[in-house]
Structure formats: C-alpha cells, structure tokens
C-alpha cells in the first residue's frame, strides 16, 4: 500500500512543478498548438498555446513508479512495465505526430498509414509479450480469454487476442484523443478512471487466488494486481498535477503525445486486470464521444445530413452556447457516474461470485 501512496504523490508532485518548466521551454521553441478554422470560433484564441504537454506526465508517471520501487526496495513486475511500455510507445508515436503538426503548420501530422503503422507496431509488441513470461503460477500478465470483471468463456487463441488487444488500444487511444478538445476535458476524466484502476487493482491484491488464507470462489486469477495498482495510482497523481495547467483556460495542451499515451495506458490496464470489457462502462465518455463521430459521419454518408451541430459531441454543445468551462464540468459528471457505475459492477460481479 505504501507503493500506492508514494507512487501517487510523486506523480502529482513532478507535474505540478515540472508542467510549467515544460510551457517554458515549449513556448520558448515555439511549439505552439495550431487550430482549424473549421472548429469553434472560440478556439482560435488558442493558436500558440503550448503543445505536447503529455511530455509532462508521461515522463512524470516513469519517474514516479521506478522512484517508488527503489524507496520501497519492491521489485518491478512484468505487467506494470508492459502497461508503462504500452504507455511510452503510443506517446511517441503521439508526438511524432505533434511535432510535424508544429513544424509544418497544419493540422494534420503524420500520415494516416504511418500514424497507424506506429500504433500497430506498439500494440502488437505489447499483445505478444503480454501471454509471455508465465510465472510460478503459470499467470501470463494478459489472457486470451475475454474479461468483463473477470475472465470468462473459452480461450479465443493467441492470434485473435492480438487482434483483439489491437482493438481495444486503437479505441482507447483515439476516444481520449477525440475528447481531448476542450482544455482539462480528457485530463479529468483520466483521473476519476485511474483512480477507479487504483481500487480495482487493490480488491483484485487483496482478493487474489495466489493468497491461500484468503482465496475463495470469487478469487482473482491477475498476475500482479498490486503493481498494476502502483501504475494506475502514479498516472491518476501525474495527471492530476497537469491538469492544474491544463485546466481552463489551459496554459498548455497535452497533444497527441498524451491522448495516445493515456489511451493505451487504459487499454493496458484493462487488458493485464482482466477487466477489457468493464472498461468501455469506466471510461464511458470516451465511448460515448468516440461514438458521435461514428454516428455524424455515418449519418452524413448515407444521408448526406448531419446529426450533430459538429462532431466530436462536446463542439456540439459548444455551438449550442455552452460556455467551454460549462460543458467540461457537465461532462466530468457524466464520467464520475460512468466511473460509479463500473465499480458498482465490479463489486457485484465478485458479490454474485461468492
């Protein structure tokens, strides 16, 4: 539990003095955010705030959980570095593709066959190694069986778990992208679904099968849920001390850089605590601004008529005449409900196993 706790503070602590060490040198380069004329008028005030700022808590989340092992002298696991791994590789690819936004001046970055060339090259790394490496238990830090609060059904076979892993990363990854367009929107609902992965990976610790005093018929089969925990409690503290600056109005974006990282550090979590499909319930504004875009372009290309005023959901309401604070806040609240609602689940998923 000390880990949990050192892990969290650090994190919080390095972004809340290092973001505005970060906007120093990014505003000195000149690496400011570009905004389409096509989005919100509102927005255009933005152009030249400092971008990349994923940079902050990507490094900031690295730093914390190795600090937290060398004080607490605990030994690093598999499916904590794989998740940091997955985390790391999908922020660079992130800022690839922030940097040539920068450096070209257009909105668009790396093209659309390298950008997902880099994303699938993460991914699939992570897949793979994540059925190796069986502990004494046989544990691999990922299964290839579908989870929901735990594992269920038959094995669906190693290649299709690639497949299926690929899935759940590239969705993660663009739904927080696609929700990062209003200033700390992305950010704070980060937070409250970190902070849901820090509690579950605590129940999963304290009610797993490898514990023979407390192992029951509702155990949980996670190779390490403990560090997982460590993990998820070092992203929602790094995340919470940017969001001081990423708040509105924001004084730097986390860009590509760090919707991507924090997309696929979702997606590693759910996959290594064996909850892949409780994650589309604790992350469900990401589910549900991913799927307005689905809907408006769908719609438009079989009817040539839009259902939304602009797409991603919160530039509708934007242009609806909610104010940007306004809609953030209400949004935030349908994510701490999301976030509610999952737990709920998840404790009655072990309830009905007992």
Known sequence: MKQILFSGTIGLFLTLIGTPL???????????????????RDHHSKRGTPTMGGIAFILATLIAYALTKVITGAVPTLSGVLVLFLMTGMGLVGFLDDYIK????????????????GQLIVGIAFAVL?????????????????SFTQD????IGPVLFVVWALFMILAMSN??????????????ASVMVFGAYTFIGIWQWQESCANQLSAGPAC????????????????MGACFGFLWWNTSPAKIFMGDTGSLALGGALAGLAICSRTELLIAVLGGLFVLITMSVVIQVGSFR???????????????????GWSEVLVVVRFWIIQGMCVIVGLGIFYGGWQAAK
């Open 22 to 40: 970060l906007i120093k040198l990014l505003a000195r380069k000149g690496y400011g955010q570009f905004i389409r004329d096509d989005g919100p």
């Open 302 to 320: 079989m009817t040539g008529k839009r259902v939304f005023r602009m797409a991603p959901l919160q530039h509708h309401f934007e242009l609806k």
């Open 130 to 146: 994540s059925l190796q490496f069986a502990d004494l238990r046989g544990q691999t830090p990922a299964s290839d069986r579908l």
């Open 152 to 155: 269920f059904g038959w094995s």
């Open 220 to 235: 949980y089969e996670v190779r390490d849920p403990l560090d997982l925990a460590v993990v998820a409690s070092a992203l």
């Open 175 to 188: 739904g927080v992208n696609l929700t990062d367009g209003l200033d700390g929107l992305a950010t704070g």
């Open 102 to 117: 920068i450096v070209k001046q257009r909105s668009l970055g790396l093209r659309a066959k390298a950008k997902m060339a």
